[in-house]
């Protein structure tokens, strides 16, 4: 199949989350599997600056219509790896900023322009490279309004760009939500100016278009396709997801395991596997130390990689202060983010700098090094639309501890509910719920034999991404 990914992440040349690295895989796994797959993304100055994209060729010149003005622009075109082509949409002034959305806690004001100009970027590449592309699948707000440009564009013009699109929901809490003024810029006939279109509350959502015009809509996990129909994970959006229910489909991210696994893991002081864990024992010295804590500390040490951010129930973690100021236990975040809760760890770390670390920056070396010298890892998530530290843990035999939410419940099975298949720990999106589920973690510590075996258990689960990327065939294929 010709298949044709747009997304405005893709690992390595940019990444803030989860996108960058399912993007990555997905289309890997494709390429890999001898599908023809054609990636676009924004022209990012890291993108650009990547040494991947250095003998980039310009391959096309864009002039796109933005209401009534038009805007000019070129795609730069390499290839990292067989069957792979990267596009980049480039336009200096919209896109050669050091960070993709904003700067710090302000998201840019031009953002709608910005993706609009993205996404007929993209339509207007298929349509001078007259790609012709069985599949085009488009991932959250950024390229949400793809799936209605394309067919937009096709209409006007009386030409095929694609069979069918797919649109991917990979965190539905950012929905691109803007201004109706913003409208006139796609130039999109005036009747999807509705409640049947892009119309949400007097504004124009993106993402809104992607679930209504998609030929498929897929989330990355069955749990969160299910959530996001309820006013409670929807986030406004679930009677749009509603009407779709019969297209939607949740398909589980993977573990890109050339990057994350213990056996082979370049980042860590030394390596291990299931069969011989001497190596985790070194990698939990190494990174108590890094963080200058005591070394030769016997109890539990729980670990913690995310965003600061409000989802990631930081609030749950700072509600239980007086368990980790009087538990023996040590407690490591690594974490960027929002400033409050940043804040809000270094007054925590400041009453008991013997037994609580933070490392606030983005650092991907220590994320491995926390990831494999930890006994367990944290994540109190209040929504995790599949989340991939969870995975990551299991793999390097580091038990989770989670929330019953979303993807989190179709990867992490109950010790104490589940004695004998349980990979992790699990509680309600609550304070005392996590607090609980923290008393039993010290428990199953304390029962060695019990402790390894859970641990045996999701180390030997797999995680890879053949399963998922095999779903998304399945999907494609049914699809056309
Ligand atoms: P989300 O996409 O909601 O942020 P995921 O769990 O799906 O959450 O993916 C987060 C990714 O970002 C993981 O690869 C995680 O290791 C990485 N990450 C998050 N915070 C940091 C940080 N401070 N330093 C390094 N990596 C981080």
């Known amino acids: 199949m010709k298949i044709v990914h747009v997304a405005s992440e893709l690992f390595p040349y940019a990444k803030t989350g989860g996108l960058a690295d399912a993007a990555a895989s997905l289309a890997g796994m494709l390429a890999n599997s001898g599908h023809e797959v054609l990636v676009f993304m924004p022209g990012y100055r890291t993108a650009l600056e990547h040494r991947d994209a250095a ?3 310009r391959r096309f010149r864009l002039k796109i219509e933005m209401g009534n003005q038009f805007l000019s622009g070129d795609v730069r ?3 990292p790896r067989k069957n792979l082509t990267v596009h980049l949409i480039c336009r200096e002034e919209f896109f050669d900023r050091s960070a993709p959305y904003g700067n710090g806690e302000r998201d840019y004001e031009d953002n709608a322009d910005r993706f609009i100009f993205f996404c007929k970027g993209v339509v207007e590449t298929l349509r001078l490279a007259d790609v012709e592309a069985d599949v085009v699948h488009a991932h ?7 799936p209605l440009l394309l067919r937009e564009t096709e209409r006007r013009q009386g030409v095929t760009l694609a ?13 691109g939500v803007f201004p109706r003024a913003t409208f006139a810029r796609t130039n999109l006939p005036e009747e999807l100016n509705s409640m049947d279109g892009l119309e949400y509350y007097e504004q124009v959502n993106f993402m809104k278009g992607g679930i209504l015009f998609a030929d498929r809509v897929t989330t990355v996990s069955p749990r969160y396709a299910q959530e996001i129909q309820t006013p409670e994970f929807g986030c406004g959006l679930d009677g749009v997801v509603q009407t779709r229910e019969e297209d939607i489909v949740g398909l589980l991210n993977g573990v890109d395991t050339n990057i994350w696994n213990p056996a082979s893991d370049e980042l860590l002081p030394m390596r291990y596997s299931a069969g011989n864990m001497s190596g985790k024992q070194a990698c939990r010295a190494e990174l108590l130390k890094r963080v200058g804590l005591e070394v030769n500390f016997g109890g539990p040490v729980i670990g913690m ?6 989802q990631k129930g930081i609030d749950l973690l700072l509600a239980n202060q007086e368990f980790f100021l009087t538990k023996d236990c040590r407690l490591i975040v690594l974490g960027s983010g929002e400033r409050r809760y940043e804040d809000a760890l270094r007054a925590l770390v400041a009453r008991a700098p013997k037994k609580i670390a933070l490392c606030a920056k983005l650092d991907e070396a220590m994320s491995h090094l926390i990831e494999a010298g930890g006994d367990f890892f944290a994540m109190p998530s209040l929504f995790e639309p599949c989340g991939l530290n969870q995975m990551y843990s299991q793999q390097y035999g580091t038990v989770p501890i989670v929330s019953r939410v979303g993807g989190l419940v179709d990867t992490v099975i109950d010790a104490d509910e589940f004695p004998a298949s349980g990979t992790g720990l699990m509680c309600e999106p609550n304070a005392a719920s996590f607090r609980d589920a923290l008393n039993r973690a010290l428990a199953l510590f304390a029962d060695k034999p019990r402790y390894a075996a859970v641990q045996q258990r999701a180390m030997a689960h797999d995680f890879s991404w053949k399963t998922a990327a095999a779903g998304y065939e399945t999907l494609y294929r049914e699809s056309l």
């Open 140 to 146: 959250d707000w950024q390229a949400a309004l793809l």
């Open 163 to 175: 069979m069918k699109t797919v649109f991917t929901i990979h965190n539905i809490a950012f929905q």
């Open 55 to 57: 003998g980039a060729e």
């Open 77 to 79: 075109v390499f290839s």
């Open 305 to 310: 990689v995310c965003r600061l951010t409000e």
